[in-house]
């Protein structure tokens, strides 16, 4: 990542490590972890939905480092947990570091993409952050 970027915090939550930095152009968050149940899934989440809705980015950047046991549902659950405005206004581009979890993304985001919401899943975050600011170039 860009030597602009700064650590805005980091939290222990239950079994997840989220660290949260605000870049010039988007906010990032990140998720890792070693297992995934509902509960914590729920929580990081709605941790995650929190800080996104305490700003005022059009632009957010969810990395995930956790083995994929959640359903595909799951999976953008965050976008429908931020409040504070419309979150189709929001730009939101995913990372999951293991290829092996891309194609579990497909069914959560053709919901979201039919409900109005930009979204994407990458294996790296320079293609997401290419993707996240294209039209700003």
Known sequence: MSNDFYKKSTLSKGQFKLVFEEHAEYFFA???????????????????????????????????????????????????KVR?????????????????????????????NQYGIEAQVFGDIPSAEKWLLNDRA
């Open 30 to 80: 990140c998720v890792e972890g070693d297992s995934t149940d509902s509960d914590a899934v729920d929580d990081y989440q709605k941790t995650i939905a929190e800080e996104i809705s305490k700003r005022n980015y059009d632009r957010v950047m969810i990395k995930r480092d956790v083995p994929l046991t959640n359903n595909s549902g799951q999976h953008c659950g965050v976008i429908y």
């Open 84 to 112: 504070g405005w419309e979150i189709r206004k929001i730009r939101y581009a995913f990372v999951d570091v293991n290829p092996k979890h891309l194609s579990s993304y497909n069914f959560a985001l053709m919901l979201v």
